[in-house]
């Protein structure tokens, strides 16, 4: 049987960036089966069963606190997680605010009157814009995507404030990738099966006909992988 990936968001075929993820669904093999799962339906906040979870670009959310258990919970249960843009976002504050005792960190974009805001405005908005990204060697996303620097596409215009990228650090999440103007570009939990984000979108080029990038087929391979005991 197929195994279940929920793709967790808003979907919006308007946005370019949502119809390259479509078409990299399109893509996926048959051994997964795609599940688009809305942030305010009754399915986001009943992921069991689920083999991997997607949380895809689109914030602010329609229920960013349904986005917030989904990634705690598969953290939890060490579920093979991919978090992409507002996915990358959102997994930072997730892990901030369960691995490195900020409780208290916000999105600036949904608490725009924030002084100091966990995730940041950029200095220079990267809508729509490609940068060289670099990965870190010895991480795991260096081991998927190789330490050669690449271009990568963005649609995003915040990222991880200084003292977020501080806090998450000092809890053990590992900054796997940098680039110019975005900072912090890759995380990842190095204790858990498959848990990584990146601000920039594997998904571009999928309606060029491009395979699909080694970090998404990486992240259905873990999917597919036998299920690991949830953390105590």
Same mark, same amino acid.
């Given at each position: 049987?197929?195994?279940?990936?929920?793709?967790?968001?808003?979907?919006?075929?308007?946005?370019?960036?949502?119809?390259?993820?479509?078409?990299?669904?399109?893509?996926?093999?048959?051994?997964?089966?795609?599940?688009?799962?809305?942030?305010?339906?009754?399915?986001?906040?009943?992921?069991?069963?689920?083999?991997?979870?997607?949380?895809?670009?689109?914030?602010?959310?329609?229920?960013?606190?349904?986005?917030?258990?989904?990634?705690?919970?598969?953290?939890?249960?060490?579920?093979?997680?991919?978090?992409?843009?507002?996915?990358?976002?959102?997994?930072?504050?997730?892990?901030?605010?369960?691995?490195?005792?900020?409780?208290?960190?916000?999105?600036?974009?949904?608490?725009?009157?924030?002084?100091?805001?966990?995730?940041?405005?950029?200095?220079?908005?990267?809508?729509?814009?490609?940068?060289?990204?670099?990965?870190?060697? @010895?991480?795991?996303?260096?081991?998927?995507? @190789?330490?050669?620097?690449?271009?990568?596409?963005?649609?995003?215009?915040?990222?991880?404030?200084?003292?977020?990228?501080?806090?998450?650090?000092?809890?053990?999440?590992?900054?796997?990738?940098?680039?110019?103007?975005?900072?912090?570009?890759?995380?990842?939990?190095?204790?858990?099966?498959?848990?990584?984000?990146?601000?920039?979108?594997?998904?571009?080029?999928?309606?060029?006909?491009?395979?699909?990038?080694?970090?998404?087929?990486?992240?259905?391979?873990?999917?597919?992988?036998?299920?690991?005991?949830?953390?105590?």
């Amino acid at each position: 049987m197929p195994v279940p990936i929920a793709l967790l968001g808003d979907l919006d075929l308007d946005l370019p960036t949502h119809r390259e993820l479509a078409a990299a669904v399109d893509m996926f093999p048959p051994a997964v089966e795609a599940r688009w799962v809305g942030t305010d339906s009754a399915a986001a906040r009943s992921l069991d069963g689920i083999g991997g979870l997607w949380v895809f670009p689109g914030s602010p959310y329609r229920d960013d606190d349904a986005v917030d258990a989904a990634i705690g919970w598969a953290l939890e249960r060490r579920v093979a997680f991919l978090g992409t843009c507002g996915g990358f976002q959102y997994a930072a504050l997730a892990l901030a605010r369960r691995l490195a005792g900020r409780g208290d960190a916000v999105h600036g974009e949904v608490e725009p009157g924030e002084p100091d805001p966990a995730v940041a405005p950029l200095a220079c908005s990267l809508v729509g814009q490609e940068r060289t990204v670099r990965c870190v060697p @010895g991480t795991r996303l260096a081991a998927i995507c @190789g330490t050669a620097p690449f271009t990568g596409f963005h649609w995003c215009g915040y990222g991880l404030s200084d003292g977020l990228v501080a806090a998450l650090e000092g809890a053990g999440v590992v900054i796997s990738a940098h680039a110019p103007d975005a900072g912090a570009e890759g995380l990842e939990v190095p204790d858990h099966p498959f848990f990584l984000a990146t601000l920039f979108q594997p998904q571009v080029g999928s309606l060029a006909g491009r395979p699909l990038h080694a970090l998404i087929e990486s992240f259905l391979e873990a999917s597919c992988a036998p299920a690991e005991q949830p953390m105590d």
